[in-house]
């Protein structure tokens, strides 16, 4: 299972405000300073957020959210080399199945 441009998206998917960024910025996911893109667009969603220190429970109330908003980017395997997604959700939704 795989996230593009990183794990980190698939956590970005359990806070709506993923749509509020813009999706090439996103994919490029670009260091700004110490921090990559995506890992501060994480600490702004959730404060604190560290990514050497994940707190799963954190994330957990909004699995269902993360699942959903998942499909509104690329979730086949074959074509995540290059674009913006993850099928994570898709794993998940089998387990807890």
């Known amino acids: 299972f795989v ?6 998206f698939w956590l970005i998917l359990h ?4 749509f509020l960024h813009d999706q090439k910025e996103l994919l490029e996911n670009k260091r700004q300073g110490q921090k990559r893109y995506l890992e501060q667009a ?11 220190r994940i707190h ?10 993360a699942i959903q908003n998942e ?17 994570v959700g898709v794993l998940i939704n089998e387990m807890m199945q």
Not at 71 to 87: A, P, S, W, Y
């Open 56 to 65: 799963f429970e954190r994330f957990l109330p909004d699995i269902r959210k």
């Open 71 to 87: 499909k509104c980017f690329c979730e086949d395997v074959n074509h995540l080399i290059d674009m913006l997604g993850t099928n």
């Open 42 to 52: 994480l600490t702004q969603a959730y404060s604190g957020y560290r990514k050497e």
């Open 15 to 18: 806070n709506d405000e993923v």
């Open 3 to 8: 996230s593009t441009p990183t794990f980190e």
